[in-house]
């Protein structure tokens, strides 16, 4: 993706973060299509790669992927917004190659090994087994290093630049976002404590302070690629640090009665965990009020013969991205996550693939979208387009990728109404039933249909990688 079009030190290492983040990307998608193939057919592989590796290395990558394409977001927006080039980028350079060194160890760890001794030196050396955040121990210790080298970069960027709302809310967002990565960071004998400690790093690590990420990301997004006010998108974005740091905190609740906590936890989980996307909905639904009205007016102004600049889209691809994680947030964090955590529906869906539909959706709908944008608007300003608009690969990703998680997330839901009804409401949540339930037809060719879907998205994927490193070479435009 670099460029000699890009002048910023700060830029070119937000184009390494994006590359590197694409190629964990693609081995996001494959190795969960393998573990969708091994759901199907349990011989797929067999004696090579374990379905739990499969699984460990789809999962860890999706977070991996993400964090890298953050960290370049941020790195290339800095510059634009305080004015100035980050600060210590030199040192940001080599943590990065620090960064993808652990990256490719841990990974080959996992693919080599797979199965280590039942002692300390696994949680050290191998994987930790926890889910989301598998990495051995000292994988851990210098994720810290690299985080918090990231974020005093970013601290003493906006320190010594000019101050706007997006770097303020970034600065106050990073320090959560290291500070509670530590909380899966330490191991009890006790499960219910443990589980106590992972959930603060699964739910409030990814749905409190990577929501306000998006926000600021989005904000920038929608100030660069169609003008929006920045008084509005920071206004929104300030309710959006309330609302999450607040129903954040308290919609963590949802997950705490299955851990042994009080049941109260349940409704005010289930309440507050449904408020968090709200204000980034908000954001887009206003901004975008805004712009179409003031097109309609220029547009007015000019049938009565008054020349005057109208509104562009500078990113089409961009922007297609970024109104995606608008609705697609609402959908798959509020709409699939809010239906299932109601405490008197969640006795019978927790554990089920209902879980697995609203995580497909989610983190495609609150993420994945809005870092692809990021990516298009590093290929706009590193081959120095002024107008970015859509070719034939750029629709068939976006079309592809988007059809195939929406397909995998509603293959998973029938899956889960299947293990609900079967599972769980007739036959009693006993071992006997659990089996009953995944031999049955329905749950079968849901799980058919997930992995046909997950082809679909691989697909989309390889078009979304073949437009970002050919359209700045060869920018011709069909939309």
Do not use: C
Not at 130 to 144: H, K, L, M, N, S
Not at 449 to 455: L, P
């Amino acid at each position: 993706m670099a460029s000699n079009n890009i002048t910023s030190e700060s830029k070119q290492l937000a184009t390494w973060y994006f590359t590197f983040a694409a190629i964990i990307f693609g081995a996001q998608l494959v190795f969960g299509l393998v573990a969708a193939i091994q759901f199907v057919m349990p011989s797929f592989l067999y004696g090579v790669l374990d379905f739990s590796i499969a699984r460990i290395v789809h999962i860890n990558a999706l977070v991996v992927w993400m964090v890298f394409a953050m960290f370049g977001s941020v790195y290339w927006l800095l510059p634009d917004e305080t004015g100035i080039e980050t600060v210590g980028i030199k040192i940001g350079k080599l943590i990065y190659w620090v960064f993808v060194a652990a990256i490719v160890v841990v990974v080959l760890v996992y693919l080599l090994i797979q199965v280590g001794p039942a002692d300390e030196t696994t949680i050290w050396f191998i994987t930790e087994g926890r889910e989301y955040i598998e990495a051995p121990r000292w994988a851990d210790f210098g994720i810290v290093v690299v985080a918090l080298t990231f974020v005093a970069n970013l601290f003493f960027t906006g320190m010594k630049g000019k101050q706007t709302g997006i770097v303020t809310v970034l600065m106050a967002d990073m320090i959560a976002f290291s500070g509670l990565y530590l909380a899966g960071m330490f191991f009890t004998d006790n499960i219910s404590v443990d589980q106590y400690w992972w959930w603060w790093v699964i739910h409030l690590w990814v749905e409190a302070t990577w929501e306000v990420f998006v926000g600021s990301i989005a904000a920038y997004a929608l100030i660069t690629i169609i003008g929006a006010k920045r008084q509005v998108v920071e206004m929104w974005l300030w309710i959006e640090v309330a609302m999450l740091f607040g129903s954040g905190i308290l919609g963590l609740g949802h997950h705490y009665f299955w851990i042994g906590t009080p049941e109260y936890w349940w409704e005010i989980g289930a309440l507050f965990s449904a408020l968090e996307p709200l204000p980034l909905v908000a954001m887009f639904i206003h901004v975008l009020y805004d712009w179409g009205k003031e097109t309609g007016l220029q547009m007015a102004e000019e049938q009565e013969g008054h020349k005057i600049a109208g509104h562009t889209i500078t990113n089409k691809p961009a922007f297609t991205w970024v109104v995606l994680n608008a609705f697609g947030n609402f959908l798959g964090a509020g709409i699939w996550g809010f239906f299932h955590t109601l405490p008197q529906v969640n006795l019978y869906t927790h554990g089920t693939q209902f879980t697995a539909a609203h995580g497909h959706l989610s983190f495609f709908g609150a993420y994945a979208t809005i870092l692809v944008g990021m990516m298009y608007l590093a290929v706009q300003g590193a081959n120095g387009i002024k107008v970015l608009k859509h070719t034939k690969a750029s629709i068939w990703s976006v079309s592809l990728i988007t059809s195939g998680v929406v397909g995998m997330t509603v293959a998973l839901t029938i899956a889960g109404y299947v293990q609900v009804l079967v599972s769980r409401a007739q036959l009693g949540a006993t071992w006997a039933a659990y089996f009953d339930g995944q031999s049955g037809m329905w749950f079968a060719q849901a799980m058919d249909w997930r992995m046909i879907m997950g082809v679909v998205t691989l697909l989309g994927f390889v078009f979304l990688v073949k437009d970002l490193l050919t359209t700045g070479k060869n920018p011709v435009h069909v939309r």
